[in-house]
């Protein structure tokens, strides 16, 4: 049996993982450029595929019989081959549905916003008339609602929805619209999933409105997708038990904490027992400047060396599945922590504060310095954190403990 996932660029899909998950090893990749499709098809070499982005209206003529709501949305994500015959659906219409029934997002008499006029919008359209929403308004930048009179003709949307490639990887500092500018907002959809949270969904976090990112999504249309596959029925809690397990594995291992706390120490061996790469901001600092850190505080100043700790850790944030090291001061600045927070789980390593090294420190330097960063930071750390490590004693305590935390195993 073969299954697989056509697309034209594939290098990070997370498809065959997922399908992995759901206990189907036979899962790989086609990359086909556009010219290649159709004698891919017409080859039929395949048990079942899932279709992404360009070819979700591509393969629809090719497909001998179609489901409803692929005809309804205009996009086929799944195709089976039955004795010969390629029957197309669209498994982006459930997992959609699926992942904004999980974040609670109500859109029964609601008025629903689109951002984007693709493929997706019109999935995420079929969606929301089926959740029972008020109206449905488009908003694209060829449409005569578009983003230079967003705000003044759909300020009072009740649900966002996004559809458009804006945040997604590698620019996930971008943001379209701004949701303070829509007073009755009551949830957020954004169908990115990389990073696992947008700039767009850190602002709804911030504010308090309900939301989710698409990595539910992505995880409920594979599920879907294999009814047809194999016949096999997935439950929503074996569904939200892979969500959490492949944001575990994607999600970054940030560190906080005080200078001199050991979040070197405690990141490198967190990184070696879990088989990730590890990045130390300060040290990334030196080696792009060439001097350390004393020297930079000496010749250039602190602003300026926020600033590159700034550009250096918005530059590491957009990894994934990686452990990060942040210097003391690193989540000081509102931009790191959301640059941080988009694909990372902050763990606050706590301290004696006696105990703390001083040594190559310029702002631990002088009497009680230590004290008053602390008076000043504390309060950010046990903000910005989701995991607090109390002191541990020894840097193997203090990675068992996160390990307890993050629920990982060696």
Known sequence: MKYGLLGEKLPHSHSPKIH?????????????????VADFLAAREFDGINVTIPYKQTVMPLCDAL??????????????????????CNT???????????????????????????????????AAKKLGAESVRIADLDLELNYNNLYERASDAEIIIHTTPVG?????????????????????????????????????????????????????????????????????????????????ELENIVLIGMPGCGKTTAGKMLAKVMGRE????????????????????AERGEEYFRDVETAVTK??????????????????????????????????????????????????????????????????YEGFADITIEPCGTAEACVNAIMTEVGASK
Do not use: W
């Not at 992995?20 to 290649?36: A, D, I, V």
């Open 168 to 248: 997604m990887f590698p620019k996930i500092d971008a943001r379209l619209v701004d949701l303070t500018m829509f007073p009755n907002l009551s949830g957020v959809v954004d169908v990115v999933y990389n990073p696992l949270r947008t700039r767009l969904i850190c602002q709804a976090e911030s504010l308090g409105i309900p939301c989710t990112g698409g990595l539910t999504m992505l995880v409920a249309q594979a599920a879907f997708a294999d009814r047809y596959f194999r016949g096999i029925k997935h439950s929503g809690a074996e569904m939200v038990n892979i969500v959490n397990r492949v944001q575990g």
């Open 278 to 297: 590890f990045f130390d901001i300060d040290k990334l600092i030196v080696e792009r400047e060439g001097k350390s850190i004393p020297e930079i505080f």
């Open 92 to 126: 982006d219409f459930d997992g959609f549905i699926f992942m904004c029934n999980r974040a609670g997002i109500d859109m029964k008499g609601k008025k629903v916003l689109i951002l984007g006029g693709g493929g997706t919008s019109h999935t995420a359209t079929a």
């Open 315 to 380: 530059e590491i944030s957009a990894k994934s599945g990686v452990v990060i090291a942040c210097g003391g001061g690193t989540v000081l600045r509102e931009e790191n922590r959301i640059a941080l927070h988009q694909n990372g789980k902050a763990v606050y390593i706590k301290r004696e504060l006696e105990s703390l090294a001083k040594g190559g420190r310029p702002l631990s330097a002088g009497e009680n310095a230590v004290e008053k960063l602390y008076e000043i930071r504390r309060p950010i």
């Open 67 to 88: 489901d409803g709501a692929a005809i309804e949305i205009g996009a086929v994500n799944t195709i089976t081959n039955c004795d010969g015959k390629l029957f197309g």
């Open 20 to 36: 992995g998950m759901l206990g189907n090893p036979n899962y790989t990749l086609f990359e086909k450029e556009k010219g290649e």
